[in-house]
């Protein structure tokens, strides 16, 4: 494919302009390989355990919150090999929120690290899920 090979950069899927995406690639370089290796990984958790505290509050708190926080990150569709699938779905939780207590600052910090976490598949679903929650909520 002479678009995917020619320009890596541009290809999405990549989380070429994810900043959190860049600045682990950049730390990593001057780390050995497993080193820069774990990183990432440690990279990867932090998103679901970020998706796991924002959907916790999605969900109200308490036995309902902490089910949300279990099942919202951890779904099959988000433990998939690929790093923007994980990065979208962690992004998800609080482009809900924001819909959920009408906030455009959360609403808009949601939209916007999702598109640079390069899983857009995921994005056509979710926005328009989210106006209309604002719109019920």
Known sequence: ?????????????????????????YLGSFLPIDGAYILYQFH??????????????????????????????????????NASIAYTVSWTPLLLLGAKLHEPVL??????M????GYWPLLIYTIPFSCLYWLWA
């Not at 609403?107 to 916007?112: E, H, K, P, R, V």
């Open 107 to 112: 609403l808009s910090l949601g939209i916007g």
């Open 44 to 81: 990867t958790l932090l998103h679901y355990l970020f998706a796991s505290y924002i959907s916790y509050y999605l969900f109200g708190g308490g036995y309902m919150g902490f089910f949300g926080g279990i099942t919202l990150p951890y779904v099959g569709y988000a433990m998939k090999n």
């Open 1 to 25: 494919d002479p678009y995917f090979y020619n320009d890596f950069v541009s290809h999405p899927i990549n989380c070429s302009y994810y900043p959190f995406h860049s600045l682990v690639s």
């Open 114 to 117: 999702s598109l640079l976490a």
